[in-house]
């Protein structure tokens, strides 16, 4: 493909929201403006709702503080985290698009190796519009991609592929790592480019990040929930990876897929591995249960829709994953607070008929 150029009309400039959790600053987008200057940004400003984010010139956006939030959603705003990035799917909740990317500001441009800049957000969109397949794994990467295809013995009866809902983006430089590897590898970095993407296959969790992330809100929106962090909670840094479990269960219980690999961003900022270690540490110990509770997670055929997979595995999480920590308990009825909050925001049909507003 030639270098990463800005698109004539960006490819789904009036169908896709960029949401960016901050409590820092958004000078980054200065280097972001050639290919986000087109759409509109949601910044969900975490932390003290008196300070004031500047937004630099030319971008077109939302802004929601502490204070719109709680004014917005009222008692369910409790569902919200504090103080963590996980604020930022609040961003999702009250987009009315169809896509999400969603970034952190510490992330930038990167370069491939060829030294062209890389339009991650281009490139996302290229993975979401393009099928996956996760029943049946292509020894050629991704088979839509230019110059691929499927290999000789895939099935021709499934090479129609299933829809994607989720986009999971790399980074350069500063690697995703957990606490206790930051701190035995301060130094290490990613330089390792590899070009390719693919289908996570279906049955497979993976660990997803959301520093680089888009996905099909109207697909898998509602299971984007990135849990209670931070602020008066016992865990931290762990909200994309709640949402990840939580979100891989559901695509493939509705036959949805996930691909991970391209597009790279750069990362370049470690956050400090000892605030993310006391962060982390609960997290370290519960996600050795978590994991075979989201193994062997099965949710009921009549399961649907989104909502009804979520509010199903709430309830699964509630019993199962209560009994490790109360901790979940209170997880559980947060994640019923969020779908509330998100079919009252959205007018999901549910809702409006529960209001009696149903025509
Ligand atoms: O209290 C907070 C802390 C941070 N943010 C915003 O969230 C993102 C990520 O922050 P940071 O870059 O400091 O975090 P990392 O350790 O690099 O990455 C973690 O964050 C999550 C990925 O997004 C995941 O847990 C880890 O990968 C920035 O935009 C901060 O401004 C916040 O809103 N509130
Ligand atoms: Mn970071």
Known sequence: MAGASVPATPLLKDEL???????RNLDFLEMWRPFFEPYHLIIVQDGDPSKTIKVPEGFD???YNRNDINRILGPKASCISFKDSACRCFGYMVSKKKYIYTIDDDCFVAKDPSGKDINALEQHIQNL????????FNTLYDPYREGADFVRGYPFSMREGAHTAVS???WLNVPDYDAPTQL????ERNTRYVDAVLTIPKGTLFPMCGMNLAFDRELIGPAMYFGLMGDGQPIGRYDDMWAGWCTKVICDHLGLGV???LPYIYHSKASNPFVNLKKEYKGIFWQEECIPFFQSATLPKDCTTVQACYIELAKQVKEKLGKVDEYFIKLADAMVTWIEAWDELNGTPAAAAANGSAK
Do not use: Q
């Not at 519009?129 to 049946?136: A, D």
């Open 168 to 170: 999971h983006g790399l």
């Open 129 to 136: 519009l393009c099928p996956s397949t996760p029943h049946f």
């Open 259 to 261: 691909k991970t690999g």
């Open 17 to 23: 929201d960029i949401v960016i959790p901050t409590i």
């Open 61 to 63: 956006y939302e802004l």
């Open 184 to 187: 035995v590898k301060p130094r």
